[in-house]
């Protein structure tokens, strides 16, 4: 069992920047490392993801040239967010799969989740 703890959330102007921290407490077996977000009423949506011992990273459309996911550590990964929208808002979920298939895409191939952490982009 993989447990990951996210930081960094709050309040932001729009145009602002902000870096999401994901602690996690082992990635010995981990294979992928993500960032998810969820808006009030919207489903989870694809951010980002690392494949954690390569370092390859991959991007959802709507952050590609704005956010950049980057490995601090062997268990901490970074979420900067630049030019950040009111769109943005959401809860921001660290996410970590041990499977080489994954699609990192796909929230069900993900069995690993933080809690979240709320950032909030103001107009």
């Known amino acids: 069992q993989v447990q990951l703890i996210e930081s960094g959330g709050g309040l932001v102007q729009a145009g602002g920047s902000q870096r999401l921290s994901c602690a996690a407490s082992?990635?010995?077996?981990?294979?992928?490392m993500a960032w998810f977000r969820q808006a009030p009423g919207k489903e989870r949506e694809f951010v980002g993801a690392?494949?954690?011992?390569?370092?390859?990273t991959y991007y959802g459309d709507s952050v590609k040239g704005r956010f950049t996911i980057s490995k601090h550590t062997e268990t901490t990964m970074y979420l900067q967010m630049n030019s950040l929208k009111p769109e943005d808002t959401a809860v921001y979920y660290c996410?970590?799969?041990?499977?080489?298939?994954?699609?990192?895409?796909?929230?069900?191939?993900?069995?690993?989740w933080g809690q979240g952490t709320q950032v909030t982009v103001s107009s």
């Open positions: 996410a970590a799969s041990p499977n080489w298939g994954t699609s990192v895409i796909s929230t069900t191939d993900y069995p690993y």
């Open positions: 082992d990635t010995f077996s981990i294979y992928y």
């Open positions: 690392m494949r954690w011992s390569l370092g390859i």
